[in-house]
């Protein structure tokens, strides 16, 4: 394969950005598609060429193969990077790339639709001696069948989308009397966020610890793994906080899950940046939950403490070369947090807020890094994703990243709208965080809004309007619109999100 000369990156915000920075220093330059509710964005000014494809929804922009396809033609690209969400996880497109002659940065189409759906991807991953939760193998048609299957493995169980993704068509189920109810909705919601109504059964694990392994492959069959991600603090089964190592595992836990995940990867014959999921019981026994075939929003946590940045990797292996190192030669070295900073009501059940960045002032200094893709002044969109940055702070130990993530959210200044920096503080500080006994429920068992100190800062309010008064900001001094009613229902935003 040949050196890749021109990238397109068919995606927008923090994550653009974040492959263009890396593209750049590998002086490939770069071309931004955006929609017209990006025209200002970080993303396309960085880039190379920026091509306006077509309106704010995304079914006009960012998914829009046709367009995105033509732009490569009539600018000479000859590959295109996905990101995550959007077209990163669709192998119609990755096969489309592939056939007009371009370079998908990413793993084949065959190993994306195997990984894309959980249960081809257990049955893929069910020749080697991986680890699964009991459950149904087959997705569900006869109902009375998976009640007897349901009542054998003991409830509470968990109904789940085979096409699932983001948290959507899962429904937990207590007893036997609300399983038909439970099933109608997963079916539907599974048919309506995904066009694939199959659902199937797992045994619901009641105190788990969601821990992923990031694993790379190349396309002369050499498949390693980065260590593991910590993932279990969630808000509706999606990920807000994560950290690598994981506090929870032992070196021979590691280094059991750490073969699982290359042996999942090698089940479909993998290569790109993937992660292979877990979900870890009280006793740490871990089952594999689902492999995602593409950068991760939390890939920089393992960036930190491997010192590969996997943006690059991904490039050389789309390039055609072998992995420049083998298992051996990576060592996991310091801790690393990563927050997402969600334009979200943490003390309204974490629902998406809008609104204009009044003041927007990132934090700095040592250790600590943020990937975002906005600036004072934007708005966030209605249409997208409503995460505004990702804070990553690194530290020769756990307690040295806590510290300096709670120094880095005091010193972060955003008005205009609602943020998760507050809840994110809130863990930093909570005992169960700070000793490691949390897990997937962290949130229901200790969260509640009276806990949160809304004020980031020592003086939070007086040092933003301060800032935001040097920099000439047209915001100076209006604190006050933090506290603006929000207008939007959820089920609107559910409609618009799309899933990570
Ligand atoms: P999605 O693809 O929709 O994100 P996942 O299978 O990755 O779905 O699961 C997302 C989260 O849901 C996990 O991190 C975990 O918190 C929870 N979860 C998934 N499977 C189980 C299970 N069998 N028992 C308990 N919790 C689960």
């Known amino acids: 394969m040949p050196a890749i000369r021109k990238i397109l990156v068919a995606n927008r915000g923090e994550i653009a950005l974040r492959i263009m920075r890396t593209a750049r220093e590998m002086n490939i330059p770069t071309v931004a598609v955006f929609s017209e509710a990006d025209r200002t964005s970080p993303h396309v000014r960085y880039a190379d060429e ?47 790339v592939k056939d007009a002659g371009l370079i998908f ?32 193998p087959d997705a569900i048609d006869d109902r009375d069948e998976a009640k007897r299957i349901a009542s054998t493995i003991g409830y509470p169980i968990l109904i789940k989308a085979s096409a699932g993704g983001g948290g959507k068509g899962m429904r937990v189920v207590e007893n036997e009397a609300e399983f038909d109810e439970q099933m109608d909705r997963a079916v539907s919601e599974a048919q309506a966020a995904f066009g694939d109504g199959s659902v199937f059964i797992e045994k619901y694990i009641t105190s788990p610890k969601h821990i992923e392994i990031q694993v790379l492959g190349d396309h002369h069959g050499n498949i390693v793994h980065l ?8 808000r509706r089964h999606q990920k807000v906080v994560e950290e690598a190592p994981s506090i929870s595992i032992t070196p021979e836990i590691r280094a059991e899950m750490g073969r699982c995940a290359v042996d999942v990867a090698r089940s479909c014959g993998y290569y790109g940046a993937g992660t292979v999921e877990f979900i870890m019981d009280e006793d740490r026994n871990f089952y594999f939950l689902e492999m995602n075939t593409r950068l991760q929003v939390e890939h920089p946590v393992t960036e930190m403490i491997t010192g590969v940045d996997l943006v ?83 530290g020769e130990d756990r307690e040295t990243a806590i510290r300096k993530m709670i120094r880095a959210i005091d010193e972060y200044q955003i008005t205009g709208v609602q943020t998760t920096l507050p809840f994110c503080r809130f863990v930093m500080e909570h005992n169960a965080f700070v000793d490691g006994s949390f897990d997937t429920n962290f949130v229901a068992r200790h969260f509640h809004p009276d806990l949160l100190n809304t004020h980031t800062g020592r003086d939070g309010a007086a040092l933003a309007a301060l800032i935001s008064a040097m920099l000439d900001a047209p915001s100076a001094g209006r604190e006050s619109v933090q506290n603006e009613p929000v207008s939007i229902t959820a089920s609107k935003w559910r409609a618009r999100r799309y899933a990570l």
């Open 50 to 96: 920026a091509v306006c494809i077509g309106a704010a929804p995304s079914s006009e922009s960012y998914l829009h193969v046709d367009k995105i396809l033509k732009v490569c033609r009539e600018l000479g690209v000859d590959a295109i990077h996905p990101g995550y969400g959007f077209l990163s996880e669709n192998a119609a497109f990755a096969q489309k």
């Open 312 to 394: 690059q990797e991904m490039i050389r292996i789309a390039e055609g070369h072998p992995l420049a190192f083998a298992q051996d030669d990576l060592r996991l070295n310091g801790h690393a947090i990563e927050i997402r900073v969600y334009a979200e009501d943490a003390a309204n059940h974490f629902l998406p807020d809008i609104g204009t960045l009044h003041t927007y002032v990132k934090p700095d200094g040592n250790g600590v890094r943020v990937d975002d893709g906005f600036i004072q002044g934007m708005e966030i969109p209605i249409y997208y994703d409503p995460m505004i940055a990702k804070l990553i702070t690194y």
């Open 105 to 136: 940065i990413g793993p084949s189409p065959e190993s994306i639709e195997v990984m894309g759906s959980k249960l081809a991807a257990k049955q893929a991953a069910a020749k080697y001696n991986i680890p699964m939760v009991p459950g149904t």
């Open 227 to 234: 260590f593991e991600r910590e993932c279990s603090i969630q």
